[in-house]
Nanobody, 119 residues
């Protein structure tokens, strides 16, 4: 089992920045692919960014590409999301998730952290 706990959310003005962190426990995340998802009220959950177990491959949703940066520190068992140039449409609950590096669905989820961008 992998337990994930997000932190770093909050209220920020348009154009501001936030850095989300996801601390993992229970198992080392070095063999897990990881991702940040987000869900805004009334909308479906969206995968914002993903990173392979080694960090060698990173993918972003078109809506965040060029503004968000996903990274991981396997030594600290942590995942990060640097969010820059934030827009009101980035307002959502952000979740980190993990899945085994060989594929499949994301199996482990955090409880989420709220990000609110004011206009």
């Amino acid at each position: 089992q992998v337990q994930l706990v997000e932190s770093g959310g909050g209220l920020v003005q348009t154009g501001g920045s936030l850095r989300l962190s996801c601390a993992a426990s229970g198992r080392a995340i070095s063999t897990y692919a990881m991702a940040w998802f987000r869900q805004a009220p009334g909308k479906e959950r969206e995968q914002a960014a993903s990173i392979t177990w080694s960090g060698g491959t990173i993918n972003y949703a078109e809506s965040v590409r060029g503004r968000f940066v996903i990274s991981r520190d396997n030594a600290k068992n942590s995942l990060y999301l640097q969010m820059n140039s934030l827009k009101p449409e980035d307002t959502a609950v952000y979740y980190c998730a993990a899945k085994p590096r060989w594929g499949g669905k994301y199996q482990y989820w955090g409880q989420g952290t709220q990000v609110t961008v004011s206009s």
